[in-house]
């Protein structure tokens, strides 16, 4: 369908919303065939997600796109991050009910409490996302004097490190573990979740690691490939719906 | 004034595998029976059919089977000095909501608890002595014996369609088998599922060092199975979808494919769902309850339901809820050490390692909710002397996996980067050659454990949260070293290319990571009003046609998974209720 194997590095962003805008057209034509499955409410169905932002504007999309293809570059293993559909993937569960708070408890009062109480904060995973970004964009601007997206990558590589072990701290006071490893959970999830979602675009995730998918009848697999690899047959829920 | 509606002979609370069991069986019996059902009815057909049910990230990301945190959830903490605050997504711990309740994503491990459990003080004292047993230790024996109950475990194992080995069968050691179990009259009704690599290695290293591995008990069909009631379940397809996800295949014994829908067949059985229950009314008098009184969610309408018997089957941690809000029998108080509702509060602790090896093909997403190999050598084994590591309780040891969704399930060597590249060569790389031996460890009750209502916070109805205070013991900290040294000194001898070892939690109890949802205590079971909620036949000591199911009956909690005794207690329940209760109403045991 698209071409999984672009390994250009300097693609940029507003190249990236020009070719999204002809991909979705394609995408569009190659999934018309394909129902959409029950309970995937709008999320498009097939490989090509439907080109644009949702929630992200032009500064957090520039973000959200250097982080996934600095957290996933394109190897012999997968294409980058941008190239798995994990920005349209972050974009739509913000947009959607997970990122405005369904089925969070948000009732005050408000208190940090302790690690082991868990998320406490009065926001939304969207609103979170929004925050962090600002902050670790403020952070980048007094640092480097750039924002995250025009950071080179060794310089990304420090900021993601700074975050991830809590050696940064936000001015503003919002809790970088939790901004953290709310990201880092939507990265993961957009890799490894189905494609309907707008990630792990053409099972590319799956691929990686040899997970097939919604392809579940191993009763016989079970013994018939004891200690012995899978066929390669990634099935995803558009592909049988 | 809410709508009074017409008495009923009995009303249930919550349509879980508890109150299945009990609306199909008073039902049966001839009482005209309403279930109250705080979620929506499903049907396997419509609510599980593949490739919807297929899809990690909406039932386990978003954990779309569990309960509905923005409505109702709980605060938590680890010990009373610290301030509770609401568990504000799911995390340790996922009850269930809807017709079938967490009976529909559970994984079926299905467990006998022994007299070394229900008779757990005495044992211990009789063995180790009075001082064995920490002061703030607040074990007690349960007041119900394991002869009592075996054959209402043996009735549940045939209802849910137990896959498993039997490994004393009336006082005889079978081969294959749990040689540590308790006497059974009956071999379970399926044979064990077919074993993966996993399971194979880990037999194999087991016996070598001595252990005794079977193959876990659990109610995914093995092959296609009739229940004693005409319920149908087909064979287990080894989807590695089960723990969390509805079965589309039909092959994991759940109340809504066995015991719910016969019920519900029955005209005596009238189901409302959406009908959530906020209050147990009780008569003036005190000694008996009238009715409940619970809300429409579709519409917010306030009714009423009188009966003649109400029986509590919303889960351990709704049932204390309730129990609470309605002050039904005096809530526990830690410092007196008075009042008895939310005490013993107990969870479960855990060890795991990760092994590698090097070309070897595991194929982890070929698997089921219980298939692993177990070795109960360190706890139901009662030879096996504790003294030495100076606890109550232990753990037992397993090794395989219950499935390889990649969202959570990606092992690798512990100093992988946690990006890049080199994170994606190694999650390539080990995904599909790593197995995993795990450890599940008891928790004894403790004084400062416990549940109460929460000064603060309150749910959608404006009703108070309930509030979990909890924190693993000293106790529980030796049970997890004896566990972790003992799975890294059978795992060694494995000879994995490379191993993250396991290692004995030291930090608190955190509501975040997914845990389990073994929590038991908090309505329990006992020999008298003053240490204990309910009789045991779950009788509740204030109110007579009062009747609580569920794991908040177990006064400590065991290394094994809980619905083995709930399901085998609920039909004990029944029983008292239809033989003792319907003929002389009344407490069944004198105060
Ligand atoms: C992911 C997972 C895996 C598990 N795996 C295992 C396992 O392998 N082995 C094992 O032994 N156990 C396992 N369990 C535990 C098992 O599911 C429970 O022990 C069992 O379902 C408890 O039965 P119950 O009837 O008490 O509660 P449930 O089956 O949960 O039913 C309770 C019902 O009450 C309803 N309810 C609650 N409050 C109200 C109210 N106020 N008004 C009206 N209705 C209400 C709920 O919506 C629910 O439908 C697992 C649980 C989970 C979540």
Redesign the interface.
């Known amino acids: 369908m698209q071409n999984e194997e672009k390994k250009d590095e300097g693609f940029g962003r507003r190249d990236f919303l020009k070719s999204a805008v002809a991909g979705g057209a394609v995408a569009a034509a190659a999934t018309a065939a394909v129902t959409v ?4 409410q709008a999320q498009p169905a097939g490989n090509g997600p439907a080109p644009g932002y949702a929630f992200l504007n032009l500064d957090e999309a520039a973000f959200v796109e250097a982080l996934v293809d ?4 394109a ?1 012999q ?2 294409p980058k991050g941008t190239d798995m559909g994990l920005a349209i993937f972050i974009d739509r569960a913000l947009a959607g009910g ?1 990122g405005k ?7 005050g ?1 408000w ?1 940090p ?8 904060l009065p926001l939304t995973p969207a609103e979170l996302y929004r925050a962090g970004i600002a902050a670790t964009n403020a952070h980048c601007m007094k640092t480097y004097s750039k924002s995250f997206d025009r950071l080179d990558a060794t310089q990304r ?1 420090e900021v ?1 490190l700074g975050l ?1 072990s809590a050696k940064i701290t936000f001015a503003d006071g919002l809790p970088v573990r939790v901004f953290w490893s709310t990201v ?2 939507t ?3 957009g890799m ?3 494609p ?2 707008g990630g792990n675009r053409d099972k590319a ?2 691929k ?7 392809i ?4 016989q ?3 018939k ?6 066929p390669p047959n990634f ?3 558009a ?3 | 004034m809410p709508k009074v509606m017409k008495e009923v002979d009995a009303v249930i609370i919550g349509l879980g595998w508890t109150g299945g069991i009990l609306a199909k069986e008073l039902a049966e019996a001839g009482l005209k029976v309403v279930a109250l059902e705080r979620g929506a009815m499903r049907t396997p057909a419509a609510d599980f059919s593949v490739p919807m049910i297929r899809d990690e990230l909406r039932f386990t990301s978003r954990n779309e089977m569990g309960q509905n945190v923005a409505r109702d959830t709980l605060t938590v903490r680890n010990n009373p000095s610290q301030e509770a605050l609401p568990m504000r997504r799911l995390g340790s711990f996922i009850p269930g909501e809807g017709a079938g309740g967490a009976g529909l994503h559970w994984n079926g491990q299905t467990w006998r608890w022994t007299d070394m459990e229900l008779r757990i003080r005495t044992m211990y004292e009789e063995r180790y002595g009075k001082k064995y047993i920490p002061a703030d230790m607040t074990i007690q024996d349960w007041g119900v014996t394991y002869d009592e109950l075996e054959p209402y475990y043996e009735r549940f194992e045939y209802t849910a369609g137990v896959s498993g080995k039997a490994g004393n069968l009336r006082g005889k050691i079978q081969p294959g088998g749990n040689p540590f179990e308790a006497p059974r009259q009956r071999d379970y009704p399926l044979p064990p599922l077919n074993q993966s690599l996993a399971c194979e290695m880990f037999t194999d290293a087991a016996k070598n060092a001595g252990y005794h591995p079977f193959p876990r008990p659990t109610a995914n069909a093995s092959r296609t199975y009739t229940n004693p009631d005409g319920a149908t379940l087909s064979a287990c397809q080894y989807c590695g979808f089960c723990e969390r996800f509805g079965c589309e295949a039909n092959a994991k014994g759940s109340p809504l494919t066995t015991v719910i829908p016969i019920a519900l067949r029955n005209p005596n059985v009238e189901l409302r769902t959406h009908s959530w229950v906020t209050r147990i009314n009780k008569a003036a008098d005190g000694k008996r309850v009238t009715g409940v009184t619970y809300i429409n969610t579709l519409n917010g309408e306030e009714i009423e339901q009188p009966a003649a018997i109400v029986v509590l089957c919303a889960f351990v941690l709704n049932n204390v809820h309730l129990m609470l809000t309605s002050a039904i029998g005096k809530p526990y108080d830690p410092v007196s050490q008075t009042g008895v509702v939310g005490k013993n509060y107990c969870y479960q602790t855990a060890a795991g390692a990760t092994l590698f090896f090097e070309g070897r093909n595991f194929n982890p997403f070929m698997s089921t909710g219980g298939l692993n190999v177990t070795v109960d050598d360190f706890y139901t084994n009662w030879a096996f002397d504790r003294a030495q590591y100076g606890y109550v309780g232990g753990s037992h040891i397993f090794g395989g996996m219950f499935h390889g969704r990649p969202i959570a399930y990606r092992p690798m060597p512990a100093d992988t980067p946690q990006w890049g590249s080199e994170w994606k060569a190694a999650s390539a790389k080990w995904y599909n050659s790593a197995m995993s031996i795990n450890a599940s460890g008891s928790v004894m009750a403790n004084r400062y454990n416990y549940l109460d209502l929460d000064p603060t916070y309150r749910n959608v109805f404006g009703q108070p949260l309930m509030r979990m205070t909890f924190d693993y013991k000293p106790n529980e900290h030796k049970v997890g070293q004896h566990a972790a040294q003992a799975i890294n000194d059978l795992a060694k001898t494995m000879n994995p290319t490379l191993m993250n070892p396991a290692t004995a939690r030291t930090d608190p109890w955190s509501v975040v990571p997914y845990q389990s949802t073994h929590n038991t205590g908090g309505t329990v079971m006992g020999t008298n009003p003053s240490n204990s909620v309910v009789n045991k036949y779950g009788q509740s000591w204030d109110c007579h046609n009062l009747f609580v199911t569920g794991a908040g009956l177990f006064s400590h909690n065991s290394a094994y998974n809980p619905t083995g005794p709930v399901g085998a207690l609920a039909y004990w329940t029944v029983d008292a209720i239809k033989k003792q209760y319907l003929k002389k109403q009344g407490p069944l045991v004198s105060a």
């Open positions: 499955p029950q309970g995937a600095h957290m996933v570059p190897d293993l997968s997970w708070g369904d089925r969070l408890y948000m009732q009062p208190k409490g302790v690690p082991s109480q868990g998320y406490q590589q993601l991830s880092y959970q990265v993961i999830e490894f979740s189905d309907i979602y995730g799956w990686m690691i040899g997970f097939p998918g919604v579940a009848n191993h009763a697999n079970i013994i490939y004891r200690d012995k690899k899978l099935v995803g829920i592909d049988m719906s």
